[in-house]
């Protein structure tokens, strides 16, 4: 069962900008004295940290599509359980950076498992929990990765060092979760500056933010 908090998830291409985003929002958030819970998928908590470093360890090139699609539903089972449910029953606000939207269009999409055979999976791995809200970050694959290219402190890990070709189709898998989901999501445009993708996200996220005091 779900409590009374909010749960948010963020999404969108590699180098969108979502740690970013989310980074600024906590930061904000806090500083006027609401009290957020800010995670990442996969990972978040030790399980699930653990199965992100098995998935994008770029050794493991032979790694199967449905495996990769498994391991991502399992870290994120673990990772509700532990982590978003027990904040959201606290009344509490999480930002989560990418959740099933993400499995929806790199493994539904581009790895060509399908969208409503992945979405099967994470229904039994989240038994209802889906996102009050998601922000999707658009941009085009190709200025993504240009950012997180020149960014030196960044390693790039398995899903990065994909062709091209598979990004473009992470970017059209987006497009069909989007008009899939069109209540949920919203989109953003993400190729400007960082204070006007920022000024965007909190005009979406006023509303909800006011339902909750
Ligand atoms: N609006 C922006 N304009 C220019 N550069 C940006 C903008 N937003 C983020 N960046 C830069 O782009 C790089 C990627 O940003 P960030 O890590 O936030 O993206 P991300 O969506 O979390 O990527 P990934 O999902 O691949 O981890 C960083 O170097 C960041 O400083
Ligand atoms: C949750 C989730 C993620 N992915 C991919 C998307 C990225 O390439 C990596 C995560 O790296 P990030 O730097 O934290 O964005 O994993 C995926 O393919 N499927 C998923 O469900």
């Given at each position: 069962m779900k409590g009374k908090g909010l749960f948010i998830t963020f999404e969108g291409p590699e180098g969108a900008g979502k740690t970013t985003v989310l980074s600024k929002l906590v930061k904000?958030?806090?500083e006027n004295g609401i009290n957020v819970v800010s995670?990442?998928?996969?990972g978040g908590i030790v399980i699930s940290e653990k199965i992100r470093h098995i998935i994008l360890n770029k050794e493991h090139t032979m790694m199967d599509p449905r495996t990769e699609a498994l391991?991502?539903?399992?870290?994120?089972?673990?990772h509700l359980v532990e982590k978003v449910i027990p904040a959201l029953?606290?009344?509490?606000?999480?930002?989560?950076?990418?959740?099933?939207?993400?499995?929806?269009?790199?493994q539904g999409f581009a790895r060509e498992i399908g969208i409503e055979e992945v979405l099967q999976i994470n229904e039994f791995a989240i038994n209802g929990m889906m996102p009050d809200?998601?922000?999707y970050l658009d941009i085009l694959p190709e200025r993504?990765?240009?950012?997180?290219?020149?960014?030196?402190?960044r390693e790039m890990n398995r899903l990065d060092l994909e062709h091209i070709e598979f990004h473009k189709k992470v970017y059209e898998g987006y497009q069909q979760v989007i008009k899939r989901f069109p209540?949920?999501?919203?989109?953003?445009?993400?190729?400007q500056p960082i204070d006007q993708v920022f000024e965007k996200v909190k005009?979406?996220?006023?509303?909800?933010l006011q339902r909750m005091v």
């Open positions: 904000e958030l806090e995670t990442r998928e996969p391991l991502y539903a399992a870290a994120r089972r673990q029953n606290e009344n509490k606000i999480v930002l989560c950076d990418r959740f099933i939207d993400s499995s929806l269009a790199y809200l998601t922000l993504g990765l240009e950012r997180i290219s020149k960014n030196k402190e209540e949920r999501i919203h989109v953003i445009k993400a190729d005009a979406v996220l006023k509303p909800y």
